[in-house]
């Protein structure tokens, strides 16, 4: 029994970020003003005020900043923070682990499971 | 425009029930209304504020209407379980400036029987909820950053729990009455790693509310002075993704302000309400407001350091949340009404402090790790 995923409510702003993850690449918005990315995507940078924001191809690689499993769950999930490499730092889940095995500082790499309407979600594996 | 010591919490009541099947939600927070008033020597018709949040059947206006009240200032502010910190602090404002006299707050709600709703999504929601954010595992995360971080054990976080069993014992409406041990925390079922079961608190229905107004007002109805001295409230997310704040909360920002504006400090204290949905978020931010340094809240936290009459800082005096009561999954109100219970010496003897004069109330609305509103009340009584 696996966990059922649910569907992405897609904002017209992000369509190409779940464009990319259907096809099972990473986006990050970042600002070009203040050369910052930041999580979850915003068309406006969160840290200066700046409209002019970009996507940028992120390779997917990361490490577990810090992570639960949930036991009081019909199917047990770990969710987890994982710092991309060179940031940001984003929330999801570790998936095909065994959760009693994890670490905080492993290394992760960005998977891109379907959903039943074939959107996909960014979750992350051990490296 | 500080308090200084100007506005009064006049009257408190706490529903004694814990499971509500057979009373309305909307009949509750009438019911708490009626009894905090009462306390206060007021009726519903002195009332000119009313603040309630997003637990208030049918929003603010039916819930005004429905307990007959006539107003002159509406608050509304829903940041989950610190709303009502942060009404006390709006209250008070209110009546400073001159547009209210009598402040009303009020909380109620049946989770098990009339559980709240999600409030709409958001644009955080495809990156939170999706991945099965649930309170437990937002805190679990804090708690097991906590230990790497800083050598924090289960243990330590046991004995918060431990010490709001040892004040609950006393309180005959809390909902876990036995003292339980460090031992008993460790072994109860793990819910998400690193937190137990007995790590989390109890899931209550019922309400409580309180009443503000002028401390010439409370004077003159003869209620003890329990004073505003300082307040203070913030927002505190993920720092977009930069620096998530894991390990401290927004008590690191209120806490100081609110300290600040009561002109003392926190080796003033003599009794603290702070919110205990898990024992990590008491931890923290006892760190935070200062009781310990960043990093020593399991030293500070262990051996009943937090038991009146055995530690030294006396803590959810009424068992808490881990314990007595938590309300429709929020803390906030029940953290005012035993701090003033404390400051009156109206606490039960077994956990009174000695000549509490001076006490602090630290509130948590959302998620710690992931989205939360903080507040911070310092009150005082006065002769």
Redo the contacts between chains.
């Keep these: 029994m696996t966990?059922t995923?649910?569907e992405?409510?897609?904002?017209p702003e992000?369509a190409d970020f779940w464009a990319a993850t259907r096809d099972g690449r990473l986006l990050v918005r970042a600002c070009r003003s203040c050369d910052?990315?930041?999580?979850?995507p915003?068309t406006i940078c969160?840290?200066c005020g700046s409209p002019d924001t970009e996507w940028r191809d992120h390779d997917g690689t990361g490490t577990i900043?810090?992570?639960?499993?949930?036991?009081?769950?019909p199917v047990p999930?770990v969710?987890?923070?994982v710092e991309l490499t060179g940031?940001?730092?984003?929330?999801?889940?570790v998936m095909d682990c065994d959760p009693d095995a994890l670490a905080?500082g492993q290394a992760v790499r960005a998977v891109f499971p379907k959903t039943e309407a074939g959107e996909a979600?960014v979750?992350f594996t051990p490296a | 425009m500080t308090t200084q010591g100007r506005i009064c919490i006049a009257g408190i009541y706490e529903h004694p029930l814990r499971k509500a099947p057979d009373i309305s939600t909307a009949q509750l927070h009438a019911e708490c209304a009626l009894g905090a008033l009462q306390d206060a020597g007021l009726t519903f018709a002195d009332v000119d504020a009313y603040y309630c949040a997003g637990d208030a059947p049918g929003g603010i206006t039916m819930m005004a209407n429905h307990m007959g009240l006539n107003l002159s200032q509406i608050d509304g502010t829903e940041v989950g379980g610190s709303s009502y910190i942060l009404h006390l602090a709006h209250a008070a404002q209110a009546i400073l400036s001159g547009r209210a006299k009598v402040a009303l707050v009020t909380l109620a709600g049946r989770p098990k029987s009339d559980p709240l709703k999600p409030p709409p999504p958001g644009p955080a929601t495809e990156f939170e909820a999706a991945y099965g954010i649930a309170t437990q595992n937002a805190y679990a995360m804090c708690a097991m950053r906590h230990m790497h971080d800083y050598g924090t054990t289960s243990e330590q976080l046991a004995w918060i729990k431990v010490a709001a069993s040892h004040h609950a014992q006393w309180n005959e409406h809390a909902m876990l009455r036995d003292v339980v041990t460090v031992d008993d925390v460790l072994n109860s079922p793990m819910i998400a790693d690193p937190l137990h079961r007995m790590d989390c608190c109890v899931v209550s229905e019922g309400g409580g509310a309180f009443v503000v107004t002028s401390a010439d007002m409370a004077r003159d109805l003869g209620k003890p002075l329990v004073v505003l001295r300082g307040a203070a409230e913030t927002n505190m997310g993920q720092d977009h993704g930069r620096n998530v704040p894991l390990t401290h909360t927004g008590a690191a920002i209120t806490g100081p302000k609110a300290f600040a504006e009561a002109g003392v400090t926190v080796a003033d204290i003599k009794y603290a309400s702070i919110y205990d949905s898990f024992t990590i978020t008491v931890l923290m931010q006892l760190e935070d407001l200062g009781f310990c340094e960043k990093g020593k809240g399991g030293a500070f936290v262990a051996d009943g350091n937090l038991i009146s009459g055995v530690g030294k800082l006396p803590w959810n005096t009424d068992g808490g949340g881990l314990c007595n009561n938590h309300p429709t999954n929020r803390g906030g109100l029940t953290k005012v009404l035993e701090a003033v219970r404390q400051l009156r010496g109206e606490a039960h003897p077994k956990v009174q402090v000695p000549n509490c004069d001076l006490a602090l109330v630290h509130g948590t609305g959302g998620l710690l790790g992931v989205r939360h509103a903080a507040a911070t009340a310092i009150l005082e009584r006065i002769a």
């Design positions: 966990r995923l649910p992405p409510k897609i904002s992000l910052s990315p930041h999580w979850y915003r969160p840290f900043v810090t992570y639960s499993v949930m036991r009081r769950a999930y969710t987890a923070y940031g940001p730092t984003l929330l999801t889940n905080i979600w979750m």
